[in-house]
């Protein structure tokens, strides 16, 4: 392991992280511009991450039927798509569908090659259960507890690195881990940094092959930096799930799903259905994005929404937002506080229940609509093409 691991841990603080909640209607409700840039064209604007290496529902099963299936981004005006991939086979699982190592490389060189997308790499547990409410991976679990896991973590990047050597940064970057865990019994300033730890010696064995190419870094606590109680934020700090490392070229990725009631209504997630888009979500969104551009220019670091994203109308009954424009207002209310501030947003996904397209039924389990019709509310809000 890297020297900066070994070091870290003599120095790692042991306090439990204070999860006392400022009034979510207090503080600064205006985002500002983030002053530090991103490092690379390919990352900025809008972006949408695909399941299809992930996912059990996937039915892309070929490099060829894998371009086919991003081949329109381009046209939308995407100007980044994440390969959200299992990496259950570190630790010995089968991934659903056959995604294997070998897959992923080759479907992630086809994209690159075949599209004029920005490709973002990213590694993700799959085989998961409910531990105390929150769906905890085995991948993750072992990548917290034992050291040979996070051996073959580090040397899985290092794998990859040389097998991407050749790719530019401009078209290929890597997000270490989609929503680190490291959160039971609850996350910590401990967790955070063996966290952080392991994400050094990977970004150090990823540099010693390819010293340019450009790593998201996602917190622990899935990154969910805006989540919230009743009393306010659920985290008094953006800090308590990831602070900077000494890297160069590193973007700080964060998720939200706030506000939850709003975002995530189905029956068979929350079991709400049929509200509206409010002045109190705009708010809510302009709130959670002053809190994180704050925090960039504190910290003098790049950062993106790598995962946000709204569960689409069905029939405003069953599933979904009560009109078939709320999501699109969503989408306009995230552009407005965090794209024109200089924070790109990642859309969650480009398949199943939140797509970008009309849906043609209820449930998280249709793969993709039979029809990729864009949800024009949605495009319309994101200044895509339609």
Known sequence: MGLFRTSL?????CAVMSVQAANWNSGTTKPVKVEVPIPISGLTGVGINSMALWSGASRVSTA???????????????????????ADWIVDLRCKNGISKERIIAFTNAVVEQT????????????????????????????EEDAVTQTKFVD????LANSFKNIGRERLSFNLLNEPEFELPQPSSRKRDEWLSIASDAVEAIRAVTPDRVIILEGIGKSLFANRDKSGYKYSSVTNL??????????????????????QQAKYRSGVVGRPHTEAVTKAVKKDAARLTEWANKNNVPVILSETGCIGYV????????NPEDCGLFARDTYDAYVINGVPVTWWALEKEKTIYLRDGPGDKVWMPAKRIPDEAIFSGFKLNY
């Open 242 to 263: 990831i602070k900077p490392i000494p890297y160069s070229d590193i973007v700080y990725g964060f998720h939200n799903y706030e506000p939850e009631e709003f975002l």
């Open 9 to 13: 841990l003599v120095v790692l603080s």
């Open 156 to 159: 899985t990047w290092a794998l």
């Open 64 to 86: 060829d039927q894998m371009v086919s299936h991003l081949s329109s981004l381009e046209a939308h005006g995407f100007s980044h798509v994440v390969l959200v991939s299992c």
């Open 116 to 143: 004029n997308l920005h490709v973002v790499l990213s590694l993700k547990g799959y085989d998961q259960k409910k531990i105390s409410g929150k769906n905890i991976s085995k991948l993750q679990t072992s990548l």
């Open 315 to 322: 029939d405003g009954k069953t599933e979904g937002p009560k």
